[in-house]
């Protein structure tokens, strides 16, 4: 019909990150990579058997960069997804929702319970956790809060040991 097809870009990196409100100028939408993001930020290869236990979903940092991807983002009429092996951690599912993440991609064997999850949980409580998330100085500190607010996530198999789930 002749409609310009919209046109996304990947935040897969810090620099990218901290630029969303330029970016905008060219994108019509978001997806945060967060494999490679936490890779960046944290300055840890995540395939390298030496530093890859340093790769954490939690850290406070990570959380703070997807927040400011989409505090940037919104006021400029952009949507932000969400793509990567974090959204199949609960804990970290419901800090992004929290976030205002609202879309996500997972892989297929992540969808039944990360659907169930989000209907045990209301939005206000993942802003409110999200909130005092960002807040918190470490992410076991994090995942305490996380525990301590969310009862349900000890039965969600990825949530067992209050530490995310990470394939790959």
Request: aromatic share 4%; hydrophobic share 50%; with cysteine.
């Amino acid at each position: 019909d002749g409609a310009p097809m919209p046109l996304g870009i990947m935040i897969e990196v810090p620099s990218a990150a901290l630029t969303v409100d330029l970016l905008a100028a060219e994108a019509d939408f978001f997806s945060i990579g967060t494999n490679d993001l936490i890779q960046y930020c944290l300055a840890v290869d995540r395939t390298d058997g030496r530093v890859a236990g340093l790769f954490d979903p939690l850290h406070p940092a990570i959380l703070r960069v997807i927040r400011t991807v989409i505090r940037l983002a919104r006021p400029r009429g952009r949507q932000v997804a969400l793509c990567g092996e974090m959204a199949a951690d609960p804990g970290a599912l419901l800090l992004l929702l929290g976030l205002g993440v609202t879309e996500f991609s997972m892989s297929p064997a992540a969808i039944p319970e990360a659907r169930d999850l989000v209907r045990q949980v209301s939005m206000r409580d993942a802003r409110r956790a999200a909130a005092r998330a960002v807040s918190l100085p470490t992410s076991h500190d994090i995942a305490a809060l996380l525990a301590a607010r969310f009862p349900e996530l000890s039965t969600w198999p990825a949530g067992r040991d209050g530490r995310p789930h990470l394939e790959g």
